[in-house]
């Protein structure tokens, strides 16, 4: 029983890692303390999504801080890449 369960969890797990490869490339995104999120690409690009879910402009070198403590510099501002990637059947809207 205990490794059928085991076994869902890994399916689902590798199940949303091959979803998040599909959203146009997105391989990572982290929350930052302010509430907004940074989309990382698989090529390093990043693009931002502001506290309300909307994708926001940030200028490339900004230093952000991860709920983790963590500082990351922005690198890129792809936020026609992340408009497809979070919105994939709306026509690039
Ligand atoms: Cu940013």
């Not at 990572?28 to 698989?42: K, P």
């Not at 990043?46 to 506290?51: P, R, S």
């Amino acid at each position: 029983m205990l490794t059928k369960i085991l076994s869902a969890v890994a399916f689902a797990l590798m199940a949303s890692s091959a979803m998040a490869v599909d959203q146009g490339g997105v391989e990572q995104s982290i929350l930052l303390t302010d509430g907004s999120t940074v989309y990382i690409f698989e090529d390093g690009k990043m693009a931002m999504e502001d506290k309300f879910g909307r994708v926001a402009r940030m200028q490339e070198g900004h230093v952000m801080e991860t709920r983790d403590g963590q500082k990351i510099v922005m690198n890129g501002d792809e936020i026609w890449r992340l408009k497809r990637a979070l919105h994939p059947n709306r026509g690039g809207r």
